[in-house]
């Protein structure tokens, strides 16, 4: 009954912006940043990389092989936790945590701008939810279904049969990556 009480109270907690966030977080909270800003790096160049040698495709490859080895790696040279979610999935692996979802049901369909970075207690761990926004780059895979080369389509039904993450604007609201960091 405990662990019951206490598993509500942690999935209930509020979101709260970062700079409303209690003191004590701080330190949480940079190194969920910090961390979240590590792995963007490494994904970005990686996808980069793809993008050179093999175009939209390779980058879609980039995203099924590597971006889950990246997240793991900085996870683990950081002492944290963290993901990719969005209300509109490609990859089934990258289910929303119960501790995001009120937020990113809040965020679902906005612009990135208006999407602020927020907070979530989570007990001993603090959540942090770093807007991801789609940029020019991404709408060679995420852009409106019609505009994508056969060769992503083709790519994007072999990894991901049950996509959703088609029909984004540049500017719009992606997802977030979420990081779990020891208060």
């Known amino acids: 009954m405990l662990v019951a009480l206490v598993l509500t109270t942690v999935l209930a907690a509020p979101a709260v912006p970062l700079a409303d966030a209690p003191a ?8 969920a940043q910090e961390s979240g800003r590590a792995f963007q790096k490494a994904l970005q160049a990686r996808l980069g990389e793809a993008m050179k040698q ?4 390779a980058a879609i490859d980039v995203c099924a ?17 963290m993901g990719r979610t969005s209300d509109r999935l490609r ?3 990258n289910v ?18 208006e999407v602020k970075p927020v907070a979530v207690d989570l007990g001993g761990k603090v959540g942090v939810l770093l807007p ?9 895979c995420h852009g409106p279904a019609a505009s ?3 060769t992503v389509k083709e790519a994007i039904a072999a990894r991901y049969p049950a ?11 992606r997802g977030f990556l979420w990081v779990e960091a020891a208060k």
Request: hydrophobic share 35%; proline share 11%; glycine share 14%.
């Open 132 to 140: 991801i926004t789609v940029g020019s780059a991404c709408l060679g």
């Open 65 to 81: 092989r590597d971006a889950v080895r990246i997240a793991s790696e900085t996870s683990a040279s950081a002492g944290v936790k």
């Open 24 to 31: 004590t977080w701080g330190p949480a909270i940079e190194k």
């Open 96 to 113: 929303p945590p119960d501790w995001t979802r009120a937020p990113l049901e809040a965020a679902a369909g906005k612009k990135g701008a």
């Open 163 to 173: 996509d959703r993450a088609v029909g984004y604007a540049e500017g719009d609201f």
């Open 54 to 57: 093999g175009g939209p495709p």
């Open 91 to 93: 990859n089934p692996a």
């Open 148 to 150: 994508l080369q056969p």
